[in-house]
DNA sequence: CGTATCCGGAACTGGTCAGTTTCGTATATG
DNA sequence: CATATACGAAACTGACCAGTTCCGGATACG
């Protein structure tokens, strides 16, 4: 998973304990300790928020370590002493778009699934999902040639999205709101799949009416619950 | 639209009419008519096809004008006669998927709207998509960044898609089968989505038995037809 | 203060590929 | 049969880029 870190940065600290450290052995033995300038990690979120940028604006194979190092302002020997490869630069900065996705602990909970799920594409939500799928959008074809690529997509984009809403329709099942035998994985990649079909290959804006569209004219009525109109 | 012929191939027949082809103007004046050796135009069907094939195994960024020769027996030179650039013979292939899309005129009627979209998802209908959808998927980086492809793609591949759909929901709609303000064009893109994101993205078969779930699961009970079960 | 490592910058290397040209051959027209 | 073109094959050109190396300067340890 980690793939920071492939020039050894020193094996520091203390030699591993590979087997039964016992308390009271004292463990630094003769390990030489670190040694020279340290390696400045507070750059990294710089350099894969650069990539992250670089990818959305020209993909995955239009993407070049120099840009990436032109835009983090960094040297590209710096890059390569921290990732073995751009493909394993950029896994790490899309498995650090995760870091900013819905955390399942603090979901909207608005009483109706309704309510849950419009509370979910407020505009700045819209925009960060906007500009993520635009990323993803670059790896694409990538994605069916590289599984490790393909895992770290699923782990901070995917999943994460499918997660919030399978909550919001657990919830509304546990609330008798809706039936209990509804196919709560699929329903949890409607609003997902149709966002990204639309971004991605009818062109469509990814506005506030069209995902409402869905809610209310597709995934609402599916489960069960009318729209009160008219 | 048509970008095959970039070179000119003679201008052959007769002088354009630049301006009044005054009827009874015998048009064929001075021109020398063509001459030469002709383009045997019979291989350009085989060139696209070998072409989406290369498409399909290794994206748009992976193919080279090499392997669509080598595949197509053909001389680089014979591919670049005909085609100004890597990017508009692609756009060509894309264009000519669209030869075997569904034919809105030959639907499938089988009285209910579910017996009309199963009928769609027959395994070779799938297969075929399947493969479509691959190859797209190796273009979706490019569509953000070439309009020209994009169009190709929706054209040859969406539209035909989405249109079968619409036809069915609205047919549907006038036997009285479902109500009539359904939102069609979402509706239509449902599956289509739903496919994609799957196949894409979640690395999940496309099978038989998950496009009937999303028929009977979602779209269906949208529309406000509930399965016939237990 | 010496040494090992970091840094940004820039030069270098080797491979790849779009697009062009050349060559010998095949096939049309006149 | 002379001319103009298409053909497959292969060589060539020029750009681009991943990855490496070297530089002068900064920084951490002992």
Redesign the pocket.
């Known amino acids: 998973m980690i793939r920071m870190d492939h020039?050894e940065?020193?094996a520091t600290t203390v030699s591993v304990p590979t087997r039964e450290l016992i308390p009271g052995e004292a463990a630094q033995a003769v390990v030489p300790?670190?040694?020279?300038?340290?390696?400045?990690h507070s750059?990294d979120p710089e350099i894969l928020g650069a990539a992250l940028d670089v990818l959305a604006e020209t993909g995955y194979d239009g993407?070049?370590?120099?840009m990436v190092a032109a835009r983090a302002?960094?040297?590209?020997?710096?890059l390569?002493?921290r990732w073995a490869?751009?493909s394993d630069l950029v896994i790490d900065a899309v498995a650090c778009m995760k870091r900013d996705e819905l955390d399942p602990a603090n979901l909207p909970d608005t009483g109706t699934l309704r309510g849950d799920l419009v509370a979910l594409v407020r505009p700045p939500s819209i925009a960060e999902g906007e500009r993520k799928m635009h990323i993803v959008s670059g790896l694409i074809s990538m994605i069916s040639r590289s599984p490790e690529l393909a895992e770290a997509v699923r782990g901070a984009f995917v999943e994460p999205r499918a997660a919030a809403n399978r909550i919001l329709i657990r919830r509304a099942i546990e609330r008798g709101e809706i039936r209990a035998d509804v196919d709560v994985e699929t329903l949890s990649m409607l609003v997902p799949s149709m966002a990204a079909y639309r971004l991605l290959l009818q062109h469509g804006a990814l506005d506030r009416d069209f995902l409402i569209g869905v809610i209310d004219g597709i995934l609402l009525p599916a489960v069960g619950i009318r729209p009160h109109e008219g």
Chains 1, 2 share one sequence.
């Open positions: 020039t940065e020193r300790m670190k040694l020279g300038r340290k390696r400045d750059r993407m070049t370590i120099d302002k960094a040297g590209k020997a710096t390569y002493r490869s751009k």
